[in-house]
T-cell receptor
Framework: AQSVTQLGSHVSVSEGALVLLRCNYS??????LFWYVQYPNQGLQLLLK??????LVKGINGFEAEFKKSETSFHLTKPSAHMSDAAEYFC?????????????FGTGTRLKVLA | DGGITQSPKYLFRKEGQNVTLSCEQN?????MYWYRQDPGQGLRLIYY???????QKGDIAEGYSVSREKKESFPLTVTSAQKNPTAFYLC???????????FGPGTRLTVT
């Protein structure tokens, strides 16, 4: 069965440090991959997505992610954390099923940025 | 300004009452979705609609009902049959079925 695993439900980084949020998926075919950010009591906002083509994808707010097929990973990075990056981040995959698609969301990683 | 609106932001109900959550979009999207979010569980799909006048059950449809009479509206009713209705409910839409989803601000439902 297809799944999405986000390693670490909580991650803390110092302001200015590298942000690395991990996402691994299991799928028999390369899926579409997404990262969303959620601020408290708000909806999800799309940060970036991978569909086909270039495996390094740049998103909003200085985030980027690299699709690595051999590692079935789509980790999210940002070179320098800002206090405003504190939020919950969700990795999601879109997998094809017969006649339809299915979106699978990870359980989320809460990012804390320390001053 | 195009977007998805959900109302109300917070909703309180007594156990045994049905309650309807509103979701409206002016993005001219064909597909709409309802998700339930609980702490530590990510998002779980309740219902989805690929096109107006059509909808399908998601992974956790029991105790919920929807309608899609207009393209821009996809209300969700949480019935008294839902065993544990207290949660954060998110509505989303996409330009077509399978394309990336855009989310509304959510409704936090508390049932006591």
């Amino acid at each position: 069965a297809q799944s999405v695993t986000q390693l670490g439900s909580h991650v803390s980084v110092s302001e200015g440090a590298l942000v690395l949020l991990r996402c691994n998926y299991s799928s028999s075919v390369p899926p579409y991959l997404f990262w969303y950010v959620q601020y408290p009591n708000q909806g999800l906002q799309l940060l970036l997505k991978y569909t086909t083509g270039a495996t390094l994808v740049k998103g909003i707010n200085g985030f980027e992610a690299e699709f690595k097929k051999s590692e079935t990973s789509f980790h999210l990075t940002k070179p320098s954390a800002h206090m405003s990056d504190a939020a919950e981040y969700f990795c999601a995959v879109r997998v094809k099923r017969p006649g339809t698609y299915k979106y699978i969301f990870g359980t989320g990683t809460r990012l804390k940025v320390l001053a | 300004d195009g977007g998805i609106t959900q109302s109300p932001k917070y909703l309180f109900r007594k156990e045994g009452q049905n309650v309807t959550l509103s979701c409206e979009q002016n993005l001219n999207h064909d597909a709409m979705y309802w998700y339930r979010q609980d702490p530590g569980q990510g998002l779980r799909l309740i219902y989805y609609s690929q096109i107006v006048n059509d909808f399908q059950k998601g992974d956790i449809a029991e105790g919920y009902s929807v309608s899609r009479e207009k393209k821009e509206s996809f209300p969700l009713t949480v019935t008294s049959a839902q065993k544990n209705p207290t949660a954060f409910y998110l509505c989303a839409s996409s330009i077509s079925w399978g394309s990336e989803q855009y989310f509304g601000p959510g409704t936090r439902l508390t049932v006591t």
